[in-house]
């Protein structure tokens, strides 16, 4: 009998639960007993996604419409990837009968204020008294927090890409910020799978345009993991693209400075402020001031992050790439498994670009 | 016998200037007399550039190595398209000799300071003298200069981009401005003709990063000109990025406004400032709050331009998207000329794109 | 008064509608009059393709339901732009009231046959008296016939880029054609503004696959046209696939020959059929045992054939490359209006690639 | 210590090269103990190509100059990744003192005929005694040499798209070919890393074409394996094609028949040669009458292969598609050396593409 854990992902059928199922195949410590999805119910992965086709043991994997209650007992682990609204719904309902792990991949359970959730995602928060129980998992800022947790709100792949590169910084504690502008390009992965004109080849392709530059819901999230990280509320202008590439977040983020002081000193130190911090982490590179490029990172769970520091204006430029899917999302969640339950942090998460 | 002006073009085999033989074969006004270039001299445009085998009244041209001494006298007006350093050669070898009318889209006499010149460009200015009669060519913004012009500083594909999306801003004066972060995007054409690995295909597709970042040859023509436009000198950080598509630039400027009472009504405004500004305009199309599509002008002479004002962070971000090669380049040039000899502004750049 | 004749466009919001729209309001020789779109009815073009921001003539031109029968009387021409059936519907609505001409850019009278009609498109023909008096409108080949026509089935995209690569061979009668496999190329514009999964940015990048490779409905338009030009009944073998671009259409084409006394007079006279057949041709390049490239033709009305003879295996192969919106549908049936008219057959086609 | 085969790379800097090091950085059984590179030696891997950043055992593995003689005896196994005329040479030099196995990448042992070798490659070949102890690897065909073999000629990327497509057919050698047309096309990767201005973005992008139409050297390659799997002496006539994508190749194959008796009976069996042939292979994936897409096999080491039947023209059309640097290359050659070691066949190969 096999000693590996055993995990679900709920609502595999979206492209973070693919990767999930694709990743955890891999994994010498954890199995996939369960994936659901409502719409593909009773169908085989590989007969909606024909490259799930290679998978080593999971290849005749078959969608159910969801888990009964009476199998949540013998799950180790749930992967959530849900739609807004949806995971607090889900875990309202089985969190009385099941007694293991939760990742959700969602935006239900990342911030901590429901009066902001509120504001932001426009609906009434239904699991308040469950919102402490969440931790933010952030894993290489929170991986002390993570190895206690039951639960982890994984965080979003924007968010991912700019608090990694912002924390060296902002816990130096040492400047002052007038203000903070992040400029983000995403692949379109990142809009999920959505059956819309804008998103069709002959729209996309060659194509490149800001949205969402009014609002988007991720600035909460970054605010409030900003201020926990700094100590100061900072209100953050950030303004997401949609590049015409399927995959991988590019964050280009302007630091204004004031001139004081402190200055020089700090224009000094920041090498060693990045360079110290991520010391020994696997899945940050930090590049000192060359700059990523986002095909690098595509296709593993890296995040690499460069920065220039503009003397003319007292901008700190920060830069920042990713695999939206992966560091973004599931590979991040996995990596948060790995954290919790004690396995090598990345096992399972050994993944090359496939580009040359 | 035609009545139409004579043109040349030197260093035609570059994408600036093959796009120039291909407005000018469509032109109802003008004709082209010669095109050189050192590499190709001898050689038919179609045997470079198969595409060009569709031009209408040129499809047999031929480069020649350069235009001889007595044939500049029957030419009307020059349109340079060197790389730095080389313009100014050129001209201070033929001013003696040539009475006409010149167009220079390469860099050299688009800063009026020299040490400014010299600081960016890392070369001595050898035609101090005559920088004082180039018109900086931005054809909304200096149509009554360039009326008068003799020569032409033709603008950089990035400046305008930036100029024209900030211009009505900067004009209307009464904004107190802390900070401008301008984060660009340009298609791969913008790099020219380079054999270098970065721009193989395998490199660039799928791909994504900044470049330049610590300093880039555009930002002194920019903020010259912003110092004209708004009075005041105002430094920039500005960052270009490497987008996997052929044309285009999409420019995200963010302008970081000091919280004072006109807010409020400078807010109110926005949208008659630029609609007022550039009411009638052909190549202008101003949006409004809308965000422009880098698609929906690549292939024309138009630059599209959207704002959106963030009160939380009291930035204003402007977007605007041209294509680099026409409106950023040989467009421009074209409506220059346009503008100088006094016909319709739009002849031959009725363009439109070929997407869908 | 305007002398311009007056053109309608029926079904005008799909991709080879907004083609005719571009092309005819740099037209000098013709008017657009009436655009039709039940799905756009009262919406101005640039509200739903943003790009024709930057038509000369038409920039607020809008879409109306349909044309009135009173407003029939004052058109010369109308394209239609209709999915099948829908043509041969239309037609049988307006031909007692309509005086004008007629192109049909679907495929309702491309098939002079009404039962191979029926067996290919699974549906009966409603307007059989009228087949014979359409004109197959390959321009190159039917010159003489379209002057005189009233009305024209515009060619299918696949069918002009096989047929005009193979005209010069056919026509010469003296091979003997062993089997014909026709293995073409289109970029997903062909496939028109379908909202599929298949045809999401993130399923068609970085794929290629074939398609419809059972039955193609373009199959029995070549095989009757192929019969038209050389006498022969051949049946061909045809599969089309499915590009990574917006546009063009690349066919390459084996035509296994039987080995006989002839094949070496043949071998050595096939350039010249070509390069006397379309002598002259304005929208023909034959590039000799060149091969075209897609890049070189997409933006203009251009067909480029080049060929190599494969004496091994007694196979001449044809290549030819065109744009599948222009040559292939829209720039051909301007080119049929403008024979038909005795205007210049360029009027309006004066297109260059957007590609440097 | 490590009970590991050692292995080595021998030309390592290439596609092929740094994909086998992705490989093997994975691979429980063996280890990488020496890569060369003459042009990068003295340099870590990471900094020529970024995304092996993400290795997880040879994040630091530096290239060197050459294997010392010495050095030859601790070495398992050597790859070559060189190019033509290179591995004989190489081959030559350390044959001598290398006892170990070999499997070559080129061109240099696949023909066995060396006076074919020589009018194909258009050199002499230096090594004739040592061809016949090279295997032609096409793993699945070839399985049982294999497993006795020391010396392994990897099969050519297009060579393994076709044969792999053609075996259950030609194996059953009850059908009369007429003719045999190969249309494949190539993602660029397969034209290595040229610095060549074909290859540019900007030229590439947007664009397809056919070439090396006259005569590919890959073509005695694929005749000799049709002759070995057939028993008949048969000539194809092959088209290469390049797609603007970095990987991948899909082939699609005619088989012109001739119309007698046997036909029908073998259409109807055609399913079952396919299934019953590939019945139990992990990296061929027989699809019936469905077409295989090239993102579903693109990062994996999987070929996909379908069919149908063209009665009309009584033509066979055969589809596959592969990664052409992984089954087409580097990912075969591991499946080799997993085969010549008696390691589990996809030791190392459970690679799923990173696209959803």
Not at 149 to 159: E, K, L, Q, S, V
């Amino acid at each position: 009998m096999s000693d590996k854990i055993k995990t679900a992902v709920v609502g595999a059928s979206g492209y973070t639960g693919i990767e999930l199922i694709k990743i955890l195949d891999n994994h010498e410590k954890a199995e996939i007993k369960y994936i659901t999805s409502r719409t593909y119910a009773g169908k085989k992965v590989k007969e909606i996604y024909p490259m799930t086709l290679s998978l080593k043991n999971n290849s005749e994997i078959t969608f159910i419409d969801e888990i009964k209650k009476k199998d949540l007992g013998s799950i180790d682990i749930i992967f959530l990837c849900l739609p807004p609204g949806k995971s607090m719904q889900y875990v309202s309902e089985i969190i009385e009968n099941f007694k293991g792990r939760i990742i959700d991949l969602g935006a239900d359970f990342r911030i901590k204020n429901e009066k902001e959730y509120e504001k932001w995602y426009g609906s009434m928060h239904i699991l308040k008294e469950l919102l402490p129980l969440f931790t933010y998992g952030l894993s290489e800022i929170k991986r002390d927090e993570i190895k206690k947790a039951n639960y982890i709100a994984n965080p979003g792949c924007y968010p991912t890409s700019v608090l990694l590169a912002l924390a060296p910084v902002l816990k130096s504690r040492n400047i002052n910020i007038e203000s903070v502008n992040i400029d983000s390009k995403s692949g379109i992965s990142g809009a999920g799978k959505k059956l819309i004109e804008d998103y069709l080849f002959l729209n996309m392709s060659d194509n490149f345009y800001a949205y969402s530059a009014a609002k988007h819901r991720h600035i909460p999230e970054m605010e409030q993991e900003i201020c926990d990280m700094s100590g100061r509320q900072i209100n953050i202008c950030f303004t997401p693209h949609l590049l015409p590439v399927n995959r991988g977040i590019f964050s280009t983020i302007y630091l204004n400075l004031k001139k004081d002081s402190d200055l020089v000193n700090f224009e000094n130190n920041l090498h060693d402020y990045y360079k110290n911090f991520y010391d020994g982490e696997i899945f940050v590179k930090f590049l000192g001031e060359k700059i990523p490029k986002l095909k690098d990172v595509v296709g593993t769970n890296t995040i690499q992050i460069g920065f220039l520091y503009d003397k003319r204006t007292c901008t700190l430029k920060i830069f920042s790439a990713l695999d939206n899917i992966l560091k973004g999302a599931s590979g991040q969640a996995v990596q948060n498994m790995n954290i919790m339950f004690g396995f090598k942090e990345d096992e399972g998460l050994n993944l090359n670009s496939i580009y040359n």
